[in-house]
């Protein structure tokens, strides 16, 4: 699936900043969040280096070569391509680790293990990541759409809940000190829209399956569940856990 991540990333990675929206606003609060970091910082799941701007020694690194490739075009120095869950660092040389609206495409496991593993003790790990609740009108109305003209329910993401995020976190040697939950609603003027803001920045279901996928009908009665009924419009729902945690020393 990774394979499939990274693609998608790609591919929407030139029209990434028109529609990341919502993702830029969470980066903004998130290095708020974080403060002025002296040491070195490493940015999981850069993007297009949207962090890079609020650190001055800065390495971002993402899964996408497309991302990467563009972030360097646009001025951010130091960005790598490689899976974060295998970082290719060594031991305890960051100072401070972020990630913004990525790590809910990862094994959380896997990547607050390496994560742990290139932090000093005692430095900082800052993340926004959405959760459960996230995209929960769409996922609503596409489920009861499909059901109705399938007879069955489809294969969707499925975001973390807050829970396992923590429960991660402890196993994996952090401390949380500070915790925020925020939701960000957009509401767009049409399916259409809300669907291009969703997938405009790569986050495209790794689960399709094309020949699953219904018709005009299908639509009809997906863009009637799915329309807000105070506004007309289509919401895009973002339920957004933001953590500062710091890694504590082993024993």
């Not at 900043?17 to 903004?28: D, G, L």
């Not at 971002?60 to 360097?72: K, Q």
């Not at 609603?185 to 969703?198: E, G, H, R, V």
Request: charged share 25%; aromatic share 14%; with cysteine.
């Amino acid at each position: 699936m990774k394979k499939i991540i990274a693609k998608n990333f790609s591919l929407s990675a030139d029209d990434y900043k028109k529609f990341a929206t919502i993702q830029k606003f969470s980066a903004e609060q998130l290095a708020k969040l974080v403060g002025k970091i002296s040491g070195m910082v490493l940015d999981i799941g850069a993007g297009r280096g949207e962090l890079a701007k609020f650190f001055d020694n800065y390495i971002g690194v993402d899964i996408s070569p497309r991302m990467c490739e563009l972030a360097r075009k646009d001025g951010v120095g130091k960005v790598l391509c490689c899976d974060a869950e295998d970082i290719p660092f060594d031991n305890g040389i960051f100072d401070c680790i972020v990630s913004n609206f990525a790590l809910q495409w990862m094994n959380p496991d896997k990547v607050f293990k390496e994560a742990g593993r290139v932090l000093r003790t005692g430095g900082l790990f800052g993340f926004s990541i959405p959760v459960e609740g996230s995209l929960e009108e769409l996922f609503l109305a596409w489920q009861k759409a499909f059901l109705k003209h399938r007879g069955f329910i489809d294969v969707l993401f499925k975001f973390p809940s807050v829970n396992s995020v923590f429960y991660s976190l402890y196993r994996k040697n952090f401390d949380v000190k500070q915790i925020k939950i925020d939701r960000y609603t957009d509401f767009k003027d049409t399916p259409s829209q809300a669907l291009k803001s969703i997938t405009g920045i790569g986050a495209r279901n790794p689960y399709r399956h094309r020949s699953l996928y219904p018709g005009k009908e299908f639509y009809r009665f997906f863009k009637k569940e799915f329309q807000d009924k105070k506004t007309r419009k289509y919401p895009v729902t973002y339920q957004v856990l933001t953590v500062l945690a710091i890694k504590r020393q082993s024993f």
